[in-house]
């Protein structure tokens, strides 16, 4: 099963904190899609920002449902005092992390979203991949290549192709499920999908 999402939105904070122990109890594996929200928000909106900035009673709304969300899962959370953030250097970063994707998801995440944290920052991404035993130096390095700035804009391309237009979004034996709180029903599609006899 596929998870798309970008380091900036809310309810992939939520979602991130979630899926790995979601998908180990029902046996489903998890890769990890980051991809960028803005281009697709220009595209299909219009706009520039977030549609909860855009739109404020939807912000209010929103604010008020993650606070309710991070109590329900016992998730630690503090709004950021800058929303959203810049995600691009943190999925640039996740693009090249291999194996250690989930748990530095859940650290940038938590960065955002628990500690207000500046992910758009070197230093601020370095000592997060240095805090799940990684290379920092390296990793900013990959980073910054052609190699994995190309990867992201596909990975960003492909989200449009897929008829992505929020996160975070599952891809769940080919199909599209959107929203955190779609996240066990896109598990229980998988699951029961591919463990199907072919026909």
């Keep these: 099963m596929q998870f798309w999402f970008d380091f900036a939105s809310t309810y992939s904070y939520v979602a991130a904190l979630r899926i790995e122990e979601a998908c180990a109890s ?14 697709i928000f220009t595209e299909q909106l ?10 404020p009673v939807r912000g209010r709304y929103m604010w008020r449902d993650l606070e309710r969300l991070c109590e329900k899962y016992d998730l630690p959370w503090r709004r950021p005092s800058v929303f959203p953030r810049n995600s691009v250097l943190a999925a640039r970063v996740a693009c090249c992390a291999g194996a250690a994707i989930a748990p530095l998801a859940r650290a940038i995440f938590k960065a955002n979203f628990a500690e207000d944290q500046d992910i758009s920052d070197v230093n601020v991404i370095r000592a997060l991949v240095e805090g799940i035993g990684g290379d920092g130096a390296q990793a900013l390095e990959l980073a ?4 994995v700035k190309a990867q992201l804009r596909a990975n960003t391309n ?4 897929l008829g992505i237009f929020g996160a975070p979004d599952f891809i769940a034996a080919g199909e599209l499920f959107f929203g955190q709180d ?3 029903d896109a598990i229980l599609w998988e699951s029961v999908r591919s463990s199907s006899p072919a026909s």
């Design 26 to 39: 029902a046996g489903v594996t998890v890769e990890y899609k980051p991809f960028l929200l803005g281009p």
């Design 46 to 55: 219009g706009i520039k920002d977030s549609p909860f900035n855009a739109f």
């Design 144 to 147: 910054a290549s052609a190699d």
């Design 158 to 161: 492909e989200a449009q192709r």
């Design 182 to 184: 779609r996240l066990d």
